[in-house]
């Protein structure tokens, strides 16, 4: 039997095309390359951060040493959002340049190392969330204040599978990954990784040919609880790839 007719080329590492590369933030000029600043909508979403962040100023947003890090600061006398959500931090997001879809057929492997804050009114995240309709979302990781980290997919607003695990030493890198894969043509699977750790396997529903972002943002109070830190709060990332099956 031929080797090929063996080893699939996926186990093989062929067949796979690096969409974002571990080298994305090696520089400012890498990180634009890559990725875009605020959300894909602007500068609000659901919690009590606005986002900051342009090609000229990194108060909220920057590279180091191959590092990724947000920072939210606590501010007073910032308009609420259209929403009515009142705005308690300024802080940075970014989302992936280009948007994601998997194909039948096909799938993708992200991984990224964090050191993510876990403390009540803290709420990091790394997710996946439709371009042209919501859901699809798959919270690759989301920490919400509680100590705990986050895996969740989205069928719909009320059908949901969320699993938070104990998150250790959040002070240490931690090393997140998702393997995304079609199932059957319509429907997808998620494998969550903590650590080279499987911690579960969730599947979402008619995900295929669906367009995602890939959004990287520190939020605050919202879900993971208010009231937030009085004082700065960091996010850092680093070793982040994705790559399509
Ligand atoms: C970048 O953002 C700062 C505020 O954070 C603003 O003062 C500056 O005008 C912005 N520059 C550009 C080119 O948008
Ligand atoms: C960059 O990172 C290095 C190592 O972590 C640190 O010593 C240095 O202070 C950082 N520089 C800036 C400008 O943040
Ligand atoms: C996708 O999942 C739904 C719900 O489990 C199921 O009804 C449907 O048949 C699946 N789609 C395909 C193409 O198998
Ligand atoms: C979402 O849909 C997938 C595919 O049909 C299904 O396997 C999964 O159980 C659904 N999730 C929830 C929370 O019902
Ligand atoms: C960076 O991540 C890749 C997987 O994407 C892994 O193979 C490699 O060992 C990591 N590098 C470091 C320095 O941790």
Not at 214 to 219: G, H, P, V, Y
Request: aromatic residues 12%; contains cysteine; proline residues 6%.
């Amino acid at each position: 039997m031929h080797l090929l007719t063996v080893l699939s080329l996926a186990q093989l590492g062929l067949g796979t095309t690096t969409l974002i590369p571990t080298t994305c933030f090696d520089s400012y000029a890498s990180l634009e390359k890559y990725f875009d600043y605020l959300y894909p909508w602007g500068s609000d979403h659901n919690g009590a951060a606005r986002m900051v962040g342009n090609s000229t100023d990194h108060e909220y947003i920057s590279v180091n040493s191959s590092t990724l890090t947000l920072v939210a600061k606590p501010v007073t006398g910032q308009p609420p959002t259209s929403s009515g959500v009142a705005i308690n931090y300024l802080s940075g997001t970014v989302y992936a340049a280009q948007t994601f879809t998997v194909e039948a057929g096909s799938g993708f492997d992200i991984q990224a190392e964090f050191q993510a804050p876990t403390e009540k009114g803290t709420w990091p995240a790394f997710w996946l969330t439709g371009v042209d309709s919501w859901p699809p979302e798959i919270d690759l990781a989301e920490w919400k204040g509680t100590g705990d980290i986050s895996f969740n997919t989205f069928n719909t607003s009320s059908e949901v599978e969320a699993v938070n695990v104990d998150y250790p030493s959040p002070d240490e890198f931690h090393t997140v990954r998702g393997e995304i894969r079609d199932e059957d043509g319509s429907n997808i699977s998620v494998k969550f990784y903590l650590d080279g750790e499987l911690v579960t396997t969730e599947y979402g529903e008619d995900y295929i040919g669906k367009p995602l972002y890939l959004i990287i943002d520190l939020q605050m109070e919202g879900s993971s609880g208010s009231p937030g830190p009085t004082t700065d709060t960091y996010y850092l990332i680093r070793n982040l790839s994705f790559e399509q099956i």
